[in-house]
Structure formats: C-alpha cells, structure tokens
C-alpha cells in the first residue's frame, strides 16, 4: 500500500514537470523584427541561425527574406518562419492569396485544404496537405500593418503534428517591427 502511495506521487512529480516544461516561449532577433511562439511540445528542438536572403520575384518586386529555422528530433518535425520585407505594397486579398497557396500546395501534396485563418491578430490564411502520402504539411501566411510604399509578410510552414507543435505555433506567434529593414536596391 504504501509502495503505491510513493508510486503514485512520483508518477504525479514527473507528469507535471513534463507539462511545464513543454511550454517554453522563444524570442528570437532577425534585424528589424522581434519574433516571438510557444511550440508546447514535448519533442526537443533546437532553433537555427537566422538567414538573411535578397531576391527578386518574377515580376520584379524586390524583397528580403529572414529565415527562422526549427528543426525537431526527427526529420518530420520541423517548421520555419520567414519574414519577407518588400519595397512596395503587395496583394493582400485573402481570397487570391487562398487560390496561389492552393494552387502551389496542389503540385506536391494531396488532400490540400486551404482556408482563412487569424494569426497574430490579422487576417491571414493556412493551408494544409499530406505530402508523400503520410507527412502533414501546414502553411500560414498574414501580412502584418504596413505603410503605404511597404509591406511585410510572415510565413509559416511546419510539419510537426496539428496538436504538438503547428496549432500552438499559430496560436502564439507574434511578430514585431523594431527597426528599420536594410534598403533594398
């Protein structure tokens, strides 16, 4: 009887320190910007190096890129967060950018479902799809307050599970302007 008693809170102790030790708020710099999520996962991960990238689209918009990686345990788990700073105002109209995410998932996923969804406490989209058969891949996109000549962007791709990891990234990320994003020639 009393072995169960010592049995009982030692299973309770270890219980609730995985609880807590699974929400964890990371706060990383990318220049400009401040980005700030809670994965809730028990899975360990680590979060890479932020990768500043310069390109031009096909129609000639120029932007730049910082690249957040997060990489799990395992080769499925992993997401990134790309912040996109571009040199003029952008297409924001959630149902075109609902049809291009469709679209783009559509050429290497099946089952894709997109739809528009709150992120950050704007209006953004997600899209979801089974790649290679089995793996879930999850996109988000929101556009946070811009000015009238600039705009930037947030997107989100994650293939941790819905429940441990992609809903809470959504649900807590918060991406902030600090400074001023470097000029783009």
């Not at 390109?55 to 918009?61: A, C, D, L, Q």
């Not at 997401?79 to 679209?103: G, H, P």
């Not at 994650?158 to 470097?182: A, M, Q």
């Amino acid at each position: 009887m009393e072995y169960n008693k010592c049995l009982f809170v030692l299973l309770t102790a270890v219980l609730a320190l995985v609880a807590t030790s699974s929400a964890k708020t990371e706060t990383i710099a990318a220049e400009a910007y401040n980005v700030s999520f809670d994965l809730n996962t028990t899975e360990q991960y680590s979060i890479g190096d932020v990768k500043r990238e310069y390109s031009e689209s096909y129609e000639g918009i120029n932007h730049v890129s910082y690249i957040i990686p997060i990489n799990g345990s395992n080769l499925a788990s992993r997401a990134s967060i790309s912040i996109d700073f571009y040199n003029q105002t952008m297409n924001k109209d959630i149902e075109s950018n609902m049809r291009r995410l469709e679209e783009s998932l559509g050429y290497f996923c099946d089952k894709v479902n997109v739809c528009p969804r709150k992120i950050d406490g704007q209006s953004g989209i997600l899209g979801t799809g089974i790649r290679c058969g089995s793996e879930n891949e999850f996109y988000a996109k929101y556009w946070l307050l811009s000015n009238e000549s600039t705009d930037t962007c947030v997107k989100i791709s994650s293939r941790y599970p819905w429940n441990d990891g992609t809903l809470s990234l959504l649900r807590t990320i918060h991406v902030e302007i600090v400074g001023k994003p470097p000029s783009l020639l």
